[in-house]
């Protein structure tokens, strides 16, 4: 099965630092990555996708994510935070390559915190 | 455009009883998931529906259970609720191709007592 790892619990950052939030991914063929925000007491707002092209993908609210096939890892990014930007981030994976399946798996979650 | 829409928002049900969710893709979309949010396990795939079919199933008990109309409007099932059902279920929709996100609604917060 694909999975993703978001190894750090909580991230902490100064607003107007630059952001990062880690992710790993195992999969087999080629991946289909995906980043999304929730917000207390919301559903999941989609920020960005990886599936195939540029190792740079661009997305909503200022935010990209890298993706490094040899690190096997696509780190969301965030050249400056804003302190709206404090939620909790999650990096999931189609769990499986095959057309007619939207199945995700996701990873545990980072807990964003903007230090204004 | 409208967004996913998921009613009701909160439930607090009795150990036993059954619960019907129910959700509104966004118009155009075929596929509709659902996933469980707990503290202590995460997000977890319970089921996909497009066009009427259960395509995807995750690693729920026969407990869980849901269906899609004609429509795309999507609803899921717990019978005999557990104390372990209380969670926050979303329901997420896209277009049904592999290479499209899902968009989610804001969730049914379910508490059982």
């Known amino acids: 099965a694909q999975s993703v790892a978001q190894p750090e619990d909580q991230v902490n950052v100064a607003e107007g630092n630059p952001l990062t939030v880690k992710c790993t991914y195992s999969v087999s063929g080629n991946p289909y990555l995906f980043w999304y925000v929730q917000y207390p007491n919301r559903g999941l707002q989609f920020l960005l996708k990886y599936i195939t092209g540029d190792n740079l993908v661009k997305g909503s609210y200022g935010f990209e994510a890298e993706f490094n096939k040899s690190q096997t890892s696509f780190h969301l990014k965030k050249p400056s935070a804003l302190v709206s930007d404090s939620a909790l981030y999650f990096c999931?994976?189609?769990?499986?390559?095959?057309?007619?399946?939207?199945?995700?798996?996701f990873g545990k979650g980072n807990q964003v915190v903007v230090i204004p | 455009k409208a967004g996913v829409t998921q009613t009701p928002r909160y439930l607090i049900k009795t150990r036993g009883q059954q619960v019907t969710l129910s959700c509104s893709p966004i118009?155009?979309?075929?596929?509709v998931s659902w996933y469980q949010q707990t503290p202590g396990q995460g997000l977890q795939f319970l089921f996909e529906y497009f066009s009427e079919t259960q395509r995807n199933k995750g690693n729920f008990p026969g407990r869980f259970s849901g269906r899609q109309f004609s429509n795309s409007r999507s609803e899921m099932n717990v019978s005999t609720l557990e104390l372990g059902d209380s969670a926050l279920y979303l329901c997420?929709?896209?277009?049904?191709?592999?290479?499209?996100?899902?968009?989610f609604g804001p969730g049914t917060r379910l508490t059982v007592t």
């Open positions: 997420a929709s896209s277009l049904g191709t592999r290479t499209y996100e899902q968009y």
């Open positions: 999931a994976v189609r769990d499986a390559p095959y057309y007619g399946n939207n199945r995700l798996a």
């Open positions: 118009s155009g979309h075929r596929s």
